[in-house]
Antibody, heavy 120, light 113 residues
């Protein structure tokens, strides 16, 4: 059974750095057919892709947020970590991690999401 | 980045009636491998998105046959032949021709009259 679960702070202050962890089960982060992305959704708004990490550790970032994002993984722990620097209230959103099938080009499993609020 | 534009942004439909959502991409989603990387997701209230349609017109496992997708190039449509109460939520089109830089439409909210 494939699952992804996000964890991290529910509240961060402006200018702080956000660190989110995605713990996966039911598949390996070393499987070349799969990768993990982070996607966010501000309250009542659309989905926005943030970053992706492939099995070979290749990384890709949203053009608009690239300077603030870092994605990494620990295959032995089945975890993918996203850091976002200089948080702002506009970054308030539900953050999802999701598995992408690289040879099929779609998200087949999503985490439940974690709501992060940016406020002083 | 490829921009995905959905219309309408909201729909109110009587149960049993059809519904249609349009999605236009800012560039062609037809890849040199012959596949068109356009997908439809439904996000039910309080849930994560779930895949309905992959590569324009293929229903994902378990998706009722009242859902159908069509289109090519830059113009795509999702149709629900007979809306049911369980179809309530927000529908998103998504492109992945530039994987992993996927982009989503703004979403279309479907409500039941």
């Amino acid at each position: 059974q494939v699952t992804l679960k996000e964890s991290g702070p529910v509240l961060v202050k402006p200018t702080e750095t956000l660190t989110l962890t995605c713990t996966v089960s039911g598949f390996s982060l070393s499987n070349a057919r799969m990768g993990v992305s982070w996607i966010r959704q501000p309250p009542g708004k659309a989905l926005e892709w943030l970053a992706h990490i492939f099995s070979n550790d290749e990384k890709s970032y949203s053009t608009s947020l690239k300077s603030r994002l870092t994605i990494s993984k620990d295959t032995s722990k089945s975890q993918v970590v996203l850091t976002m620097t200089n948080m702002d209230p506009v970054d308030t959103a539900t953050y999802y991690c999701a598995r992408i099938l690289v040879d099929s080009n779609y998200v087949d499993y999503w985490g439940q999401g974690t709501l992060v609020t940016v406020s002083s | 980045d490829i921009v995905m534009t959905q219309t309408p942004l909201s729909l109110s439909v009587t149960p049993g009636q059809p519904a249609s959502i349009s999605c236009k991409s800012s560039q062609s989603l037809l890849h040199s491998d012959g596949k068109t990387y356009l997908y439809w997701y439904l996000q039910k209230p309080g849930q994560s998105p779930q895949l309905l349609i992959y590569e324009v017109s293929n229903r994902f496992s378990g998706v009722p046959d009242r859902f159908s997708g069509s289109g090519s190039g830059t113009d795509f449509t999702l149709k629900i032949s007979r809306v049911e109460a369980e179809d309530v939520g927000v529908y998103y089109c998504m492109q992945s021709i530039q994987l992993p830089a996927i982009t989503f439409g703004q979403g279309t909210r479907l409500e039941i009259k």
